[in-house]
């Protein structure tokens, strides 16, 4: 069976490199741009494009995936399978008709719920107690196509989205393979979703790393976490910003104005939020290291009593 890949982040390149370890016959990868990245503007290569390079695929870095040059190129390789990972573009009914087993996709959650861009994030900003991976055979819809096969696990109350990335790339290499291997052999299923249950995952973006205490203790540490490690929660102290990495809901209550520092010791900054009193645990100031609040008022004050935000 031959294989086109198409897919650009970290999370594609797990995927890619499980089907290397599998010894199945990727035949070609698609993959976005290559982008400046840093401080420098370095021209940067996609994930997905540094690993197929390593392994001697061919890669293809079409501007547009509706191409008519990209196309009728996918054609002349005329795969059996497209595996669409990340890939970071809606693809066009004419590249999805080109295979003859379909177009499948690896979605990073329990489908219909949060289709769309950000997945990892949104489950944990929005407190969901469970997610999983998905594998689907696209349509022109978004996120819309007939699932496949479905893994699901338990978030504990602590999981970033940095850390759910990496066990998501794990799962969803392992679910690919067995999504191969029935379509290989004419036993894979087709689900159709039902849109009445569906929900959306939007883009992230810096702003809504802005946290409210006027929110309830829960919903800022869910939102610390669903934004960890981009775009990262910040406030303000004094007039600076003030980068959250790590906080903690405590079983206690206060009548004081949300967002009022109440107490600053080695365990860590207690605020006010809605409810309960919310410990911002790890910090980071302005071209400053992120450290722990033990180890940053040891050379520096922060007041109680001064309201964040």
């Known amino acids: 069976m031959k294989i086109v890949f198409m897919g650009t982040p970290d999370i594609a390149k797990g995927c890619l490199q499980k089907l290397i370890d599998e010894k199945l016959d990727v035949v070609g990868v698609v993959t976005q741009a290559d982008k400046p990245i840093g401080r420098g503007k370095k021209m940067g290569m996609p ?3 540094e690993l197929a390079l390593k392994h001697n695929i061919p890669v293809y870095q079409p501007a547009k995936a509706r191409d008519e040059e990209f196309i009728n190129t996918l054609k002349e390789i005329n795969p059996d399978l497209i595996i669409v ?4 573009q809606i693809l066009p009914k004419a590249l999805l008709d080109i295979p003859k087993f379909g177009c499948v996709n690896v979605h990073v959650s329990l489908l219909p719920k949060y289709r769309g861009a950000a997945p990892i994030n949104w489950v944990i900003i929005n407190g969901e107690q469970k997610t999983g991976v998905t594998t689907m055979y696209m349509n022109e819809g978004l996120d819309t196509g007939d699932i496949i ?8 109350d602590e999981i970033t989205a940095g850390e759910l990335h990496d066990i998501m790339m794990e799962q969803g290499g392992e679910l690919l393979v067995e999504t191969i291997d029935k379509i290989k052999n004419n036993c894979a299923p087709r689900i159709p979703q039902n849109d009445e249950e569906s929900s959306y995952a939007p883009m992230m973006n810096k702003a809504l790393g802005n946290i409210d205490f006027s929110k309830t203790a829960k919903e800022i540490h869910n939102l610390v976490r669903g934004v960890n490690p981009w775009p990262s929660a910040y406030t303000t102290y004094e007039g600076k910003s003030m980068k959250v990495w790590k ?10 104005e949300c967002g009022t520092i109440l107490k600053v010791d ?6 006010a939020t809605k409810d309960k009193i919310l410990l911002i ?13 033990c180890e940053y008022i040891k050379g520096n ?4 009593d001064t309201i964040l935000g």
């Open 266 to 271: 080695k365990d860590g900054i207690r605020v």
């Open 281 to 293: 645990e790890e910090i980071q100031m302005p071209n400053k290291k992120r450290v722990a609040v």
């Open 47 to 49: 994930p997905v494009k």
């Open 301 to 304: 004050k922060i007041e109680e």
């Open 85 to 88: 990972v990340a890939y970071g």
């Open 149 to 156: 096969l479905q893994s699901e696990f338990a978030l504990s």
């Open 247 to 256: 906080t903690k809901v405590l079983n206690e209550t206060t009548s004081k």
